[in-house]
């Protein structure tokens, strides 16, 4: 009788622990698709556009791309980062070809 209860606590926490496994893992992968592959998969018309924008409506437009860099930076979002980091890159190789 001990033994068939000490078996059922130790599948309840297998189980338990089990699924808090499963939900750790599912949350890391959920992270690294919302921070860094789907930034990335921005089409490259809609990067090439913001810096165009950019380039076209200030005086300084590499300072302004990085002003809004930073800007996400600070609120710690990683999707928007990657978007900026992106259109700082458009933004220098325009300005360098000019």
Do not use: N
């Not at 690294?32 to 089409?43: G, N």
């Not at 300084?60 to 809004?68: G, L």
């Amino acid at each position: 009788m001990l033994d068939m209860i000490f078996r059922g606590i130790a599948l309840f926490l297998l189980i338990f622990c089990g699924s808090q496994v499963v939900i750790f893992i599912g949350l890391i992968l959920w992270v690294f698709w919302i921070d860094a592959i789907k930034p990335r998969m921005i089409p490259k018309a809609e990067i090439d556009s913001m810096a165009g924008d950019i380039i076209a409506s200030y005086a300084d437009p590499e300072r302004e791309a990085f002003a809004r860099h930073e800007r996400v930076w600070y609120r710690s979002d990683g999707a928007e980062q990657t978007y900026w980091w992106r259109v700082r890159k458009v933004v220098r190789k325009r300005l360098a070809q000019s």
